[in-house]
């Protein structure tokens, strides 16, 4: 169990929707990031939160939101869902800024499929 | 574009064989290379890392052999199990960034 904690585990909407998936990470990591991992494309790198502010952005579309809240838990939106969004999302967290040190924790990850 | 680029897409080993993963990057300013491992239904976790000022890392039947020169470096199971069935990921992160970049994945299967 890496402590990081994700919901829901598994999704399952229309195209069009909107959705919301939750992460708490590991006590006392001040640094949320969110991939994506698709079969073809590994993981994908979307976001990185440090302690409620918004540190680097890699291929998140406009369509997908993320903050982090003050309690350090951080949600990713995703609106108007279109069938290549289904995916799994992971939500990973560190102590610090993630800079060089590659240790990152990951959640189970939550399974979106969009029919 | 891919900033770490991995191969095999799958592997398949026999019990106690040697499974070797590698991956290639160009982006000089990479100065950490973990790999990390992802059993089904999990999130990956690291597995084992490497800074290029040393040219390999072993820990336990793991190793990691880096090659700074050719910007290339792979990760070495000996005597490999069928518990270590699973999808390897190689990443880099450089200096000043918050984020690390992951190969494509490699799905090893050891067969008994």
């Known amino acids: 169990d890496s402590g990081v904690t994700q919901t829901p585990k598994h999704l399952i909407t229309a195209t069009g929707q909107r959705v919301t998936l939750r992460c708490s990470p590991r006590?006392?990591?001040?640094?949320v990031y969110w991939y994506q991992q698709s079969l073809d494309q590994g993981l994908q790198f979307l976001i990185h939160?440090?302690?409620?502010?918004?540190?680097a952005k890699g291929n998140i579309l406009e369509r997908f939101s993320a903050q982090q809240f003050p309690d350090l838990h951080s949600e990713l939106n995703l609106s108007s869902l279109e069938l290549g969004d289904s995916a799994l999302y992971f939500c990973?967290?560190?102590?610090?800024?993630?800079?060089?040190?590659?240790?990152?924790?990951f959640g189970e990850g939550s399974r979106l499929t969009v029919l | 574009q891919q900033q770490v680029k991995q191969s095999p897409q799958s592997l398949i080993v026999q019990k106690g064989g040697i499974s070797i993963i590698n991956c290639a990057y160009e982006?000089?300013?990479?100065?950490?290379f973990p790999w990390y491992q992802q059993f089904p239904g999990k999130g990956p976790a690291l597995l084992i890392a490497?800074?290029?000022?040393?040219s390999e890392k072993k820990e336990g039947r793991f190793t990691i052999s880096f090659n700074k020169s050719a910007k290339q470096f792979s990760l070495h199971i000996m005597d490999s199990q069928p518990g270590d069935s699973a999808t390897y990921f190689c990443?880099?992160?450089?200096?000043?960034?918050?984020?690390?970049?992951f190969g494509t994945g490699t799905r090893l299967t050891v067969i008994p």
């Open positions: 006590s006392g990591d001040l640094s």
């Open positions: 990973a967290s560190s102590v610090a800024g993630g800079r060089g040190t590659g240790e990152l924790f």
């Open positions: 939160y440090y302690n409620g502010e918004e540190r």
């Open positions: 982006n000089t300013a990479f100065d950490y």
């Open positions: 490497i800074r290029p000022d040393v």
């Open positions: 990443a880099a992160i450089g200096t000043g960034a918050n984020n690390l970049f």
